[in-house]
Structure formats: C-alpha cells, structure tokens
Nanobody
Framework: QVQLVESGGGLVQPGGSLRLSCAAS????????MGWYRQAPGKQRELVAVITSGGTTNYADSVKGRFTISRENARNTVYLQMNGLKPEDAAVYYC?????????????WGQGTQVTVSS
C-alpha cells in the first residue's frame, strides 16, 4: 500500500503564491507519474499538472505559465509551485501517483489540501 501525504495549502490573496508538496511512502519500487488534481465545490475533479519519472510535464491550460510541477524521484516527492493565484484556483488539491510496488501496480490519492484565494 502506498500513502500520499500533502502539505502546503492555505489562504492567500489574489496574485499570491503557494507551494504544495506531496510525499509518497510504502513499498514503492517505481513511480511512473505524479500529479496534482483539484476539485472546487460543485465541480468535477480536474487535472492541474502531471510529471513523469523522466520529467515530462503536462499542464491544464488554465494554469500554464503560472504553476510549475517538479519532483524529487529519490524522495518520491512532487511539488506544485503556484504563482499568480486567482480566485478561480481555489479548490481542494489532491496529489496522485501511480507506479509499481514490490508486489503490484498501484494508483493512490492523497487526502487533499485546501487552497483558498481571497482578499
């Protein structure tokens, strides 16, 4: 079983910045990709950004140029640097990872961290 623990959410004013972190733990052999999703009240969960073990990234159009995803493979950790935050970025942000443990494939979600953008 693989656990994901997120941190870094909070309240920020429009135009401000936050950095989210997500650390994976467990009997991990390899993580293929890690990513961030978000879900605002009354809306479906949506992809924000994803990064592969090789460093290939993909972003939602709404965050391109403002958010940067990065990872430390040795620490099984992924980060999301969020700059120029807008009220519409407010949501619960979830970390996701999929790969393989010493026994089987896995796909795991974190518990979520709240991001609030308000003046």
């Amino acid at each position: 079983q693989v656990q994901l623990v997120e941190s870094g959410g909070g309240l920020v004013q429009p135009g401000g910045s936050l950095r989210l972190s997500c650390a994976a733990s467990g009997s991990i052999f390899s993580i293929y990709a890690m990513g961030w999703y978000r879900q605002a009240p009354g809306k479906q969960r949506e992809l924000v950004a994803v990064i592969t073990s090789g460093g290939t990234t993909n972003y939602a159009d709404s965050v391109k140029g403002r958010f940067t995803i990065s990872r430390e493979n040795a620490r099984n950790t992924v980060y999301l640097q969020m700059n120029g935050l807008k009220p519409e970025d407010a949501a619960v942000y979830y970390c996701n990872a999929h790969g393989v443990t010493t026994e089987a494939d896995f796909g795991s979600w974190g518990q979520g961290t709240q991001v609030t953008v308000s003046s």
